[in-house]
């Protein structure tokens, strides 16, 4: 990783493939030349693309641009809403030879714009996973539609069990749904419930917004698994995982020097026959 000069008490950050810590992208309709920027400027951070919902079916040079991210060490696939679309086409076959076609060893099965049974669900994944490595998204995209903790440990270990690399914690590209109360806020309830069953290095948690990346770096630490940033956010995240940033800023020092840096100065003694 890339460090222009050297700084103590920086957190350690793994080498890619990482197997926590990872940055997942989502690309919601980069051009190529974007791309080669893109890769140019933070390719070293970031672990896996998405194109985002349906991207896929009208972003031009898509060959060209999966090959970028590929030679640059990059996983890139397709987001689960158009997993969905298949679906709803009752077309699974097809969506397999699309992967194929695209030499696509990372895919998403998902179910948070369609009801798929969760037996059926689990089939996908488990057939999904005999030839790739599998990612399944656990949550509704509906704010309306409310799921209970108990309902999301048990998608959650079910979808590990039968196949999934990581299971997605649903908070959509707006952050307000999922994990996330409408105004955004971390779910605390409902993820401390969800961590206690769940390893937190099997999630990977959608978390668009600073606040809520800050709120995770917060609680799990530099190497927290975070999707769902945006192209221009990622060197931005990699900050905050590192603390230089001023919202983590004290995360990663010493008490000792943290105490230090906030004590409150005593104040300057007037000279004597000062007005």
Request: hydrophobic letters at 35%; proline letters at 5%; one cysteine or more.
């Amino acid at each position: 990783m890339s460090k222009n000069f050297k700084l103590t008490h920086i957190p350690k950050r793994g080498e890619k493939p990482r197997k926590t810590g990872s940055t997942m992208m989502m690309d919601k309709g980069l051009s190529l030349r974007e791309t080669e920027n893109f890769i140019a400027s933070s390719g070293e951070f970031t672990d896996i693309v998405k194109f985002g919902f349906g991207t896929a079916y009208v972003t031009s040079q898509l060959d060209e641009k999966i090959k970028l991210y590929k030679e640059a060490g990059i996983r890139p696939y397709f987001g689960g809403t158009l997993f969905e679309v298949f679906m709803a086409r009752k077309r699974f076959n097809d969506y397999r030879r699309l992967l194929d076609k695209y030499d696509l060893d990372l895919c998403e099965v998902s179910d948070g714009s369609i009801i798929i049974p969760h037996d059926k669900k689990l089939e996908y994944i488990s057939t999904l996973a005999k030839d790739r490595t599998v990612m399944s998204e656990v949550g509704s995209k509906d704010a309306g539609i409310i799921i209970s903790p108990a309902k999301w440990i048990k998608m959650m270990s079910t979808e590990l069990e039968a196949g999934s690399w990581k299971v997605i914690a649903e908070g959509r590209e707006s952050g307000n749904v999922g994990v996330f109360r409408p105004n955004g806020t971390a779910h605390t309830y409902l993820i401390n419930k969800i961590i206690a069953k769940i390893d937190p290095n099997d999630i990977l948690w959608e978390a668009p917004k600073k606040t809520q990346q800050v709120w995770f770096i917060r609680l799990f630490g530099a190497n927290v698994n975070l999707g769902n940033i945006a192209h221009n956010e990622v060197i931005p995240l990699e900050c905050l995982r590192l603390g230089l940033r001023g919202d983590t800023f004290f995360e990663f020092l010493p008490d000792k020097i943290e105490a230090e840096l906030k004590q409150t100065p005593d104040p300057e003694p007037e000279e004597e026959g000062a007005e």
